[in-house]
């Protein structure tokens, strides 16, 4: 939940490389303990799901152009909160560390090999993404266009 008591709503994005990796960030933010996290963030009033996701990318890791697709939302049964999960393919920009205080590294991982522990709401995006049941605590809608 956000400070202001209110639901928090996210995006998580899924960047694919032409080899099946995904981009992963070391997250590392204050309060919290380290995960691995796909890029994303909070939704700002009048974005769209697919705009909060390209411009969480080009904040967090200078990753412009993606188009990305929502696939899937995630909705916390424990707490309060609402995740959109999107995947697009990488565009060839090479990420960089552009939010230090929440990110200390970028890396691509094989989506059959991936580090933990993962960040809940990117954990529920790629379980999804792989046709996997949603970890606990998450209940999946998928999205069809």
Do not use: K
């Amino acid at each position: 939940m956000a400070d202001n008591g209110r639901p928090v709503t996210g995006v998580g994005l899924i960047l694919v490389d032409p080899g099946g990796r995904v981009l992963l960030g070391h997250r590392i933010t204050a309060g919290e303990a380290p995960s691995w996290s796909l890029p994303g963030g909070h939704v700002e009033a009048g974005e769209t799901w697919e705009q909060a996701a390209a411009r969480e990318a080009a904040e967090e890791a200078g990753i412009e152009g993606t188009a990305p697709a929502v696939f899937a939302v995630g909705v916390r049964t424990r707490g309060s909160g609402v995740t959109a999960a999107a995947v697009a393919e990488w565009p060839g920009t090479p990420p960089r560390l552009l939010e230090p205080h929440a990110f200390d590294a970028w890396t691509w991982c094989d989506p059959d090999d991936l580090p933990g522990p993962l960040y809940e709401p990117s954990a529920m995006a790629l379980a999804t993404w792989r046709g996997r049941p949603a970890p606990d605590g998450w209940r999946v809608y998928r999205v069809t266009a």
